[in-house]
Nanobody, 122 residues
Framework: QVQLVESGGGLVQAGGSLRLSCAAS????????MGWFRQAPGKEREFAAA????????YYADSVKGRFTISRDNAKNTVYLQMNSLEPEDTAVYYC???????????????WGQGTQVTVSS
């Protein structure tokens, strides 16, 4: 079993920045592709960003490319999402996800965190 705990969400004005963190426990962290998904009110959950097991490869949704950066620290069992130039359309619950069998460019998560709310005001 894997536990994923997100933190760092909050309220920010448009154009601002936030950094999300996701701490993992329970299974060998560096064996997992890690990613971030988000779900806006009334919409389905969608992919945002993913990072390979070693951290050398990343993959982004077009909607966040150039503004968001995913990174990981395998020594700390933590994955991060740096979000810059935030827009009201980025308002959503952000979920951390772990995939032990897939690829960074085609995630099929095995485990999910509980989510953290990000609200961007205009």
């Amino acid at each position: 079993q894997v536990q994923l705990v997100e933190s760092g969400g909050g309220l920010v004005q448009a154009g601002g920045s936030l950094r999300l963190s996701c701490a993992a426990s329970g299974r060998y962290f560096s064996s997992a592709v890690m990613g971030w998904f988000r779900q806006a009110p009334g919409k389905e959950r969608e992919f945002a960003a993913a990072i390979s097991r070693g951290g050398g490869m990343t993959y982004y949704a077009d909607s966040v490319k150039g503004r968001f950066t995913i990174s990981r620290d395998n020594a700390k069992n933590t994955v991060y999402l740096q979000m810059n130039s935030l827009e009201p359309e980025d308002t959503a619950v952000y979920y951390c996800a772990a995939d032990y069998g897939g690829s960074y460019n085609r995630m099929s998560p095995d485990y999910w965190g509980q989510g953290t709310q990000v609200t961007v005001s205009s």
